[in-house]
């Protein structure tokens, strides 16, 4: 019995010791820090393309075979129209461009050197009209790693059409600091367009068409610190002409290195297809 009272007391006493050993060390040093996972960059591809260019459809076609070979998660597209080949419509006619479209473009091609159509992948290359080239460049930037994660979540309101999307950068590595874009992007949209063969296609299906940029052309001043998110949230009222089934947002996070990362969001979530 008194052994096993020594027991018990050098127990306790080694509790209290441990206790009053804890109890001296400042509540910030008693977690470990853990770094975030790492994440893949997805690759944004802004395409130049409009509806007098002949040579644009099958620029698209490359593009969607890229995108269904990585997935969408992965690849992201976005039609910019503008340049001389845009077309901003008429009393008869639907014109995809806009001004915005436009200052991108002379942003890369202030004097209408390329031809259309062009692209840019993730702002770190340049502008590059070899369209037969783009799969392999998708290929030798696809397997980067990203300082940061992006995420978004939408709501909207049939009533009023008005959507609300938040849009969240988690740091995965370092501190970022750039910018951060959204854009509303609209699918299956029925409008005219120039074909190959040189005949005008009045019923072409356009998808991933760019149609604003809601926070500002050139997005606004984030920074995004490792092991904390970065949130923000806008509302943006549709335009009647546009149909909100087909409607997503694309939002990304660039600064002089290029676009950190990607993700698009639809607004509805369609038969087949899950949440993410």
């Known amino acids: 019995m008194k052994i096993k009272n020594l027991f018990l007391g050098v127990a306790t006493a080694a509790m209290a010791m ?3 050993s804890c109890s001296n060390i400042d509540e910030g040093d008693r977690l470990i820090y853990v770094k975030p996972a790492e994440v893949g960059r997805a690759i944004l591809i802004e395409d130049f393309t409009g509806q007098r260019c002949i040579n644009c459809p099958t620029g698209t ?3 969607n075979s890229i995108v269904e070979t990585y997935g969408e998660d992965n ?8 340049g001389p080949l845009g077309f901003a419509g008429n009393s008869k006619t639907v014109g995809l461009m806009t001004d915005t479209g436009n200052e991108y473009y002379t942003r890369w091609d202030k004097e209408n050197k390329m031809g259309q159509p062009w692209v840019i992948f993730n702002r770190k290359t340049s502008p590059d009209s070899h369209y037969n080239n783009w799969a392999a460049m998708v290929g030798t930037i696809i397997s980067e790693k990203a300082n940061l994660s992006v995420k978004i979540a939408n709501a909207y309101d049939a009533a009023t059409r008005t959507l609300t999307t938040t849009v969240g950068a988690d740091g995965v590595n370092g501190t970022v600091n750039g910018k951060l874009q959204v854009w509303i ?5 029925p409008a005219l ?10 019923e072409y299906i356009h998808n991933h068409v760019f149609r604003v940029a809601v926070n ?8 995004v610190k490792e092991g904390e ?26 600064n002089d290195g290029g676009v950190e990362n990607v ?5 509805v979530v369609h038969e087949g297809e899950t949440e993410k």
Request: hydrophobic share 45%.
């Open 18 to 20: 441990a206790a009053a």
């Open 61 to 63: 076609e490359i593009i």
């Open 75 to 82: 690849v992201i597209a976005v039609g910019i129209h503008s």
């Open 185 to 189: 992007v609209e699918d299956g949209v």
């Open 193 to 202: 367009q120039m074909m190959p063969d040189g005949s005008a296609n009045k």
């Open 216 to 223: 500002g052309t050139w997005g606004e001043d984030v920074t």
């Open 229 to 254: 998110t970065t949130t923000k949230q806008y509302q943006y009222v549709l335009p009647e002409a546009w149909n909100a089934d087909n409607i997503a947002i694309v939002a990304f996070v660039y």
């Open 263 to 267: 993700a698009k969001k639809h607004l």
